[in-house]
C-alpha cells in the first residue's frame, strides 16, 4: 500500500465527519427543489431555495449547506455534460450557476 492509499482512509473519514451533519438538511433542499422544478421559473425556483427552504431549515435548527447548489448535488459532471452533448441548457434544470 503506497503513502496516498494509506492516508485515504483517513481523508475520508474526516471528509464524512465534516458532511455528515449537514445530510439532512440538504437533502431536504434537493427534495423540495425537485418538487418544485417543473411549475416554476428559474428565478422563483431561486428564491424559494435561498428564501424558503434554506431559511426554513436555518428557522428549525437543521444544519444545512450554506449557498447549496441543488444540481450539483443531485448529478455529477457527467451527467452535465450529457446534458450539453444533447443540447440541453444547464441553467433550465438548476437553481444557480455561477
Do not use: H
Not at 40 to 45: G, P
Not at 56 to 61: A, E, F, S, T
Amino acid at each position: 500500500m503506497n503513502t496516498l492509499q494509506a492516508g485515504l482512509p483517513e481523508y475520508l473519514c474526516v471528509a464524512l465527519a465534516r458532511l455528515m451533519p449537514l445530510c439532512a438538511g440538504d437533502c431536504a433542499i434537493a427534495s423540495s427543489f425537485v418538487s418544485y422544478l417543473g411549475p416554476f421559473n428559474k428565478e422563483f425556483r431561486e428564491l424559494l431555495i435561498t428564501r424558503d427552504f434554506y431559511g426554513g431549515c436555518v428557522k428549525l435548527n437543521i444544519p444545512v449547506t450554506k449557498d447549496m447548489q441543488v444540481t450539483k448535488f443531485l448529478v455529477d459532471d457527467s451527467e452535465v455534460g450529457e446534458w450539453t452533448l444533447q443540447v440541453l441548457d444547464y441553467c433550465c434544470y438548476s437553481q444557480s450557476i455561477s
